[in-house]
């Protein structure tokens, strides 16, 4: 998956189920994707938080797009977290260390390293064992190859007999071609009606939030819980 932005359950759910996930860095940034922004709620309303990134285009790789001012985003991005959640949200100040921390990594120039650490971080968090790699770091040889002949390459870089991806792959991958490459291919689906919670400010439950919406409104070993609501097919 490419490296997304805080991203939401369902993409944990993925990272939980594999034994390992890599983070696609080194192919084309896509604008008005989740790979720099995701959504919390503000005042019980959707609101949509981008990280600024300097030299944005689709031509460039995903790796090879700059962050722009992390410090300013850092202090408005908590500043708008503690609008949105403190004094409300039950697990405010134990996900705030969290999100600090994360924000202190080092080496995270880049929106790739970034997503990387952050996501890194929050499986640590939740108990998620998964080894994930950065494709820029291990498949340098396949980057000339494109769509499935890439995935297919990566996957027997690492003797893998199971491909997983998430439920809207289902318009793009055919499991009869793993098949011919020596490879299952099975889909995540997020079971939403196990996912639901107490979200502050709202009444009407809104899914696919960022992880931190989450994570603000539940406990770890709720989170935990929600890792395996998913079914594979």
């Known amino acids: 998956m490419q490296p997304y932005l805080f991203p939401y359950i369902g993409y944990f759910q993925l990272i939980n189920a ?3 996930f890599i983070l696609y860095d080194d192919v084309n940034f896509r604008k008005q994707s989740w790979i720099n922004r995701n959504r919390i709620l503000l005042n019980g309303s959707i ?3 981008t990280i600024p990134c300097k030299g944005i285009s689709s031509n460039k790789l995903i790796k090879e797009i700059e962050l722009n001012n992390k410090k300013d985003f850092e202090h408005n991005f908590l500043e708008l977290l503690g609008h949105s959640y403190e004094k409300k ?3 405010f100040d134990e996900i ?6 994360i924000f202190n990594t080092h080496d995270t120039n880049s929106i790739s390293s970034f997503n990387y650490a952050s996501t890194s971080h929050i499986c640590d968090y939740l108990g998620i064992k998964t080894e994930i790699k950065q494709s820029s770091e291990c498949s340098s040889h396949t980057s000339h ?3 499935s002949k890439r995935l297919y390459s990566i996957c027997k870089q690492f003797d893998a007999k199971t491909y997983i991806n998430a439920s809207g792959g289902k318009e793009l ?3 009869s071609d793993f098949i011919d490459e020596g490879l299952n291919l099975k889909f995540i689906t997020p079971e939403i009606q196990k996912l639901c919670y107490n979200q502050i ?3 009407l439950f809104t899914p696919w939030l960022s992880i931190i919406d989450v994570l603000m409104n539940n406990s770890k070993e709720e989170c935990q819980t929600m890792l395996n609501c998913s079914s594979l097919s």
Do not use: N, V
């Not at 705030?96 to 921390?101: D, F, M, S, V, Y």
């Open 145 to 147: 190859l494109k769509g």
């Open 201 to 203: 400010s709202t009444k």
């Open 18 to 20: 594999a034994d390992i």
């Open 47 to 49: 609101h949509t938080f």
């Open 89 to 91: 949200a039950p697990y």
């Open 96 to 101: 705030i260390r969290l999100l600090e921390k």
């Open 173 to 175: 991958y055919c499991k």
